[in-house]
């Protein structure tokens, strides 16, 4: 990328060797990102920094909320996902649970990654780049792509997607392009069959939304309540795509299209009922809070109840994942999570106690973070 960019002179060429491999070898981000490029982090290595307190506490509490998703979301959810995907015979249900469950494990993991990246990173004065944008919120595909891994998206958009011709070559070209792109995204994860089927499936499912039904580029106004259904219809068609992701060999992956069928009853099912209890409320003007409540109240049912068999049971951990759900939520539609905390002294000051008490009583998985595995 460095090289690249100084071709296209849109770096100027550094003589500081120090500061050269010290952008190279930038320890915070440099195994799972975010990817940077040269003109972000290098000139904020090269320039003087001063210590700044404010930035200095959003650091803190990027790595706070990073290492609470981790070991308390992340490390117990993929106890369950490994017992599914090393089942000798995946039922239909196994099959959407562990879509959904490594769904959630992936992004909590992978997300947890980034936020310690980039509290690391602004404790020594530089700013990272946000590499998620609260994905699981998304509307629909289109935005979801714009909201996941969003360094690696923007990097392969620059030094592939454009060279390549991007938009400006005609319908059919642009649809090659981001095939090229999308099954580039599943290589660079790994040479293996599971990875490529993703990019194939990802391909597939883009121009779908984006040629046929016409999605929204950019969908306008901040996510709510309402746009519930639309957020669950999307995460469907993501969890299908990371149980493909995280199959090991192909049978699993052949199991798992065999049994696509429950994916595409089970999601729109929800998306109907979703619509129907949000025209109730509006009808009977039900209080918005009680709603969400009984959502996730339902939704932690649904999620015991389908995890029989399966020994989901271990209900500690529903706690953070709640706080962390919470979280997320309200600062939805803002740049990164956890940039809104309260603004009473010792309500801040309960909130971390609690995220930092969970983080010390969360039970030792060893587990390292998953971009480590590739």
Known sequence: GYSIDVMRGNVTPTHNLVG???????????????????????????????????????????????????????????IYVDRIFFAVDLSPLHVLTGGILFSIQLYCDF??????ARGCASLLGIRLMVNFRFPLFSRNI????????????????DYVYIPLGGNRKGKWRTIINYTVVFLLSGLWHGAAWNFVFWGAYWTIC????N???????????????????????????????????????????ITGLKNMWIYLLFFPFLYLTLKGLILVMRGVKLNITIL?????????VMILAVGKGIYLLKFWWLLPALMALAIEWSDRNSEYPFSIVPRRRYSRYLLYWMMGTFIV?????QMSFIYFQF
């Open 20 to 78: 050269f491999f010290t952008y190279i070898a930038f320890f915070p981000q440099l195994v799972a990102g975010p990817i940077e490029s040269a003109r972000n982090l290098l000139p904020q290595i090269l320039r003087k920094r001063q210590w700044n307190t404010q930035r200095s506490v959003d650091g803190l509490r990027m790595i706070l909320f990073g290492l609470l998703k981790k070991l308390c979301v992340a490390d117990m959810l993929a």
């Open 111 to 116: 997300s947890a990654y980034s936020e310690i």
């Open 142 to 157: 289109l935005e979801f792509w714009r909201r996941w891994h969003i360094s690696l998206m923007l990097w392969f958009r």
């Open 206 to 209: 883009y121009i779908i939304g």
């Open 211 to 253: 040629n046929l039904l016409r999605l929204q580029r950019r969908p306008e106004g901040s996510i709510s309540l309402t746009h519930l259904p639309n957020i669950v219809l999307t995460f469907g068609v993501v969890a299908f795509g990371f149980y493909i992701f995280r199959c090991d060999n192909v049978p699993l992956i």
């Open 292 to 300: 969400a409540m009984t959502i996730v109240v339902l939704s932690v």
């Open 361 to 365: 009583l969360s039970e030792p998985t």
